[in-house]
């Protein structure tokens, strides 16, 4: 046999049969099958009563009382000479009945509020957590011993929906935590970037997340209903006699416990396998190897992410068919124009001050600096999707000509995927791992173009070409864990086209991705800007990424730009300090340079937000820093006017320049360095 067909079999064998497959995961464990089973026998047995039913439940038969397990009464009678078989199956359809309607009552009122609460941030979050407090601080079986004084022990669906209620609380506390950390999610976030609103994020994005944990909290609540019930029927608050039910008929064998012990096993027998069924059901939920199996691809997926074998993206963007913007935008116009932008934290320190960025179409703008100075924040801000806690301090943010600040999310929705998108940091995590590349970018196109299925999924695979995918077919159907990285951020970059933007903003775009697929991605965003003319905003702390692709760079240092200008310009004749420093620092080596044996690094860290000196802020820092750098520097025009358009943010901007062009500035540099360690 050659080995081609031996590893085909092998294969085949190691493959589940097609019938187990199709079962959801939760049957294929023992405690699964034997809780769904019996569930749904008792509810089978229950909803068919009347129709296999051999005696009636209230039929007495006083000459056959207390009669254990018979031809003629397979479990025996009670002390009316009743059929047990017969009772606990009149029981068990309004028990279950009643247990479920509970759980419906606690999900249908805990779950919008979850959602709400997750979506809405802090402010509604506390309300409805004070709300849920005070319901988790009442008495529950008084509450309930009073509505049954009131409206009396018949009306179980009314009790059990008042419990439902109560319990609804408990519901809140455990599925808001789940929300929360589901809205942090990339992907939710992704979302949002594209405009879509909180119903349906709410709808597409978190209750399918929640899923596991409801079912199992539902199945215990369940089994906790139908204990509550029998309870109360057992102390007398339930249905009046001789309506059956399961906590009542123990009662009556309670009373024959020593002379009839047998009374008592079918009732009992019957509550506590559902109550252990409920249980068992949801252990195997919460055991359900769905989740594991997902993250365990999903790392594998990342692990393996790498170069793939694609063909050079730039050409097969000559393959699309239609343009991605409407029409060329006229060169000279802003786009986009930032004026002395400050955010900080509400009641807080400012975390930007004075940002000023100005963008045309095509233009491709690094914003670049160490971590903690300010480039997301200043990024998101533009989408107006800053994180709760932080606000608009100052200045104007103007797209296309119209005032950006200030705008509420409702009016900000329509521009988000439509007129500015975003690409995000880890594609991995900004696909929803539960669905297929094809239905997350159809979904995408249909809602932004407005098209049937048929057109988005045309436009799909042209969109996946478009950004390089050779085989667009087989990647519309995988899910986004069986992607390599690379491939993956192409796909959210075709996502973010889906809207025809006409600004991309991409944070850290490549830096989840190894050296090989960076570089094609850069050249793909390349590619697509001279396309298309979209004009793209790069965030990232890689000065040599910023150096591949951008035509302007502005360095952000604690939260303002110390530098900004022409890429070539600022890179290679740097005259702020820190964008020196950074470029020192940048491993990334020409051929012809030899491997230094330690790399530079920059002494000291970033000064966090409400700690930054009224002077320079890189002072601290920097090797050249004087008696003069103690008082508040502006960003101001180049000082040796060789070049237009570039700012930068230090007094001695100019006297270093010339002390780098005498090559004195990398020796003290050195200095500082070793004087440091
Ligand atoms: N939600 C928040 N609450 C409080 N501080 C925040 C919040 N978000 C950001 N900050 C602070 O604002 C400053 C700027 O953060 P930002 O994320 O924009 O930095 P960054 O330059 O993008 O860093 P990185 O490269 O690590 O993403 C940091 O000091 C950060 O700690």
Redesign the pocket.
């Known amino acids: 046999m050659s080995s081609t067909t031996e590893r085909a079999q092998a294969q085949a064998a190691a493959r589940p049969a097609p019938g187990r497959r199709r079962l959801p995961r939760f049957l294929r464990r023992a405690g699964g099958i034997f809780g769904a089973g019996w569930l749904l026998l008792l509810a089978i047995l229950s909803a068919t009563a009347s129709l296999w039913q051999p005696y009636r439940p209230d039929a007495q038969h006083l000459t056959g009382r207390l009669q254990g397990p018979g031809g003629s009464h397979w479990l025996g009678t009670d002390d009316l000479g009743r059929d047990i078989l017969t009772r606990i199956f009149a029981a068990s359809g309004p028990a279950l009945l009643a247990a479920a309607l509970s759980v419906v009552v606690a999900f249908a009122v805990a779950i919008p509020l979850v959602l709400a609460a997750a979506e809405h941030g802090r402010r509604v979050e506390r309300l409805t957590s004070r709300c849920a407090e005070v319901m988790l601080a009442l008495p529950v079986t008084i509450i309930l011993l009073a509505l049954i004084g009131a409206v009396g022990g018949g009306d179980i669906y009314l009790i059990m929906a008042v419990l439902g209620l109560l319990m609804s609380a408990a519901v809140y506390r455990t599925l808001l935590g789940v929300a929360q950390g589901l809205h942090r999610r990339l992907y939710v976030d992704a979302a949002r970037v594209d405009g879509v609103g909180a119903a349906r994020i709410g709808m597409r994005y978190i209750l399918p997340g929640m899923a596991t944990v409801t079912a199992v909290q539902a199945s215990q609540m369940f089994a906790m209903s139908l204990l509550i019930q029998s309870g109360l029927a057992f102390m007398g608050f339930g249905p009046a006699a001789p309506t059956p039910s399961w906590g009542g008929m123990i009662a009556t064998a309670s009373q024959y416990l020593y002379t009839d012990p047998w009374m008592m096993v079918p009732a009992g027998v019957v509550l506590a396998l559902t109550v252990i069924a409920a249980n068992t059901l949801g252990d195997a939920l919460a055991a359900s190897p769905l989740d594991h199996e997902r993250k365990r691809r999903l790392q594998r997926a990342r692990r393996k992410a790498g170069p793939h074998p694609l063909k050079p993206a730039r050409r097969l963007l000559t393959q699309a068919s239609r343009p991605l913007t409407p029409a060329a935008p006229a060169p000279g116009t802003p786009l986009l124009e930032v004026t002395d932008l400050s955010l900080g ?1 509400t009641g807080g320190p400012d ?2 001050t004075g940002l000023t960025l100005s963008l045309e179409a095509g233009d491709v703008i690094g914003l670049v ?10 990024a998101l801000a533009l989408l107006g999707l800053l ?1 709760p ?2 606000s608009l301090a100052g200045g104007s943010v103007r797209f296309e000509g119209r005032e950006l600040a200030g705008l509420s999310e409702r009016q900000l929705r329509p521009l988000r995927g439509r007129r500015i998108a975003m690409i995000p940091q880890d594609p991995m995590l900004a696909l929803d791992p539960l669905f297929t590349v094809g239905f997350q970018l159809t979904a995408q196109l249909r809602r932004f173009r407005r098209i049937g299925r048929k057109e988005a999924t045309r436009l799909a695979i042209e969109q996946l070409r478009l950004v390089g995918i050779a085989d667009p077919a087989r990647v519309l159907r995988a899910r986004p864990y069986e992607l390599s990285g690379g491939m993956a951020q192409r796909v959210t970059i075709a996502m973010a086209l889906a809207g025809q933007p006409r600004l991309l903003i991409a944070d ?1 775009p490549t830096t989840a991705l190894d050296v090989t697929v960076q570089a094609e991605i850069l050249d793909l965003l390349r590619g697509l800007v001279e396309d298309t003319g979209v004009a793209v905003i790069i ?1 990232s ?1 890689d000065i040599g990424v910023i150096a591949d692709i951008c035509d302007k760079v502005a360095v ?1 240092y604690a ?1 303002h730009i110390v530098e900004q200008g022409p890429a070539a310009e600022v890179l290679e004749g740097p005259r702020h300090p820190y964008t020196a420093a950074l470029l020192a620092a940048n491993p990334h080596l020409a051929a012809d340079q030899p491997v230094p044996g330690r790399l530079a690094t920059i002494p000291g860290h970033v000064p ?2 409400g700690s930054w000196p009224a002077g320079c802020r890189f002072a601290a820092r920097c090797a050249f820093a004087q008696e003069q750098c103690q008082t508040p520097v502006d960003l101001t025009a180049r000082v040796d006017g060789t070049v237009n358009g570039t700012l930068v943010r230090c007094t001695r901007a100019g006297e270093l320049h010339e002390l780098r062009t005498a090559g004195q500035c990398r020796s003290r540099d050195r200095e500082l360095r070793r004087e440091r360690s």
């Open positions: 934290l975390l930007v600096g160490e971590s903690g100075c300010g480039k997301t924040l200043s994180p806690e932080v850290e965030v702390h952000m939260g966090a937000p």
